[in-house]
């Protein structure tokens, strides 16, 4: 069986908006890139752990000054996964990502069923 390894970067962003009388954080993790690794898992780890050191987000891409760089912390999970924190005293908040090797087990093709003429679907409700 051949393995198909990629990098998965997912990232969390916290923003903070007032509603009525009131501040609210909001917390969105998505998945922002799939990268394949052309190679074995250990090629994919290594991938991973450069991402984790040096993966700039691209709203944290222009610095104030041309040397800026954002705080960062990195962490290694049991499972090999990266957490990394990002600051940059520029936004409210923290930027986090989510670093993690992963082996392409499936895929399949969407398949979109036959749609039923809009009578028909008036009508059963009915029937």
Do not use: C, N
Not at 44 to 68: C, G, N, T, V
Not at 83 to 101: C, Q
């Amino acid at each position: 069986m051949t393995h198909s390894w990629y990098v998965l970067l997912e990232e969390q962003t916290v923003e903070s908006q007032r509603v009525e009388s009131h501040v609210l954080e909001l917390h969105q993790w998505r998945l922002t890139s799939s990268r394949h690794i052309e190679g074995d898992r250990q090629e994919a780890e290594q991938a991973a752990k450069d991402l984790a050191f040096h993966y700039i987000p691209s709203r944290m891409q222009r610095p104030s000054r041309p040397d800026d760089r954002p705080g960062r912390a990195v962490f290694r999970s049991s499972d090999g996964a990266y957490l990394v924190p990002l600051e940059d005293g520029r936004y409210e908040g923290e930027h986090r990502l989510r670093i993690t090797v992963a082996e392409l087990v499936h895929t399949a093709e969407r398949v979109v069923g036959p749609r039923e003429s809009v009578g028909k679907t008036i009508r059963r409700p009915f029937s």
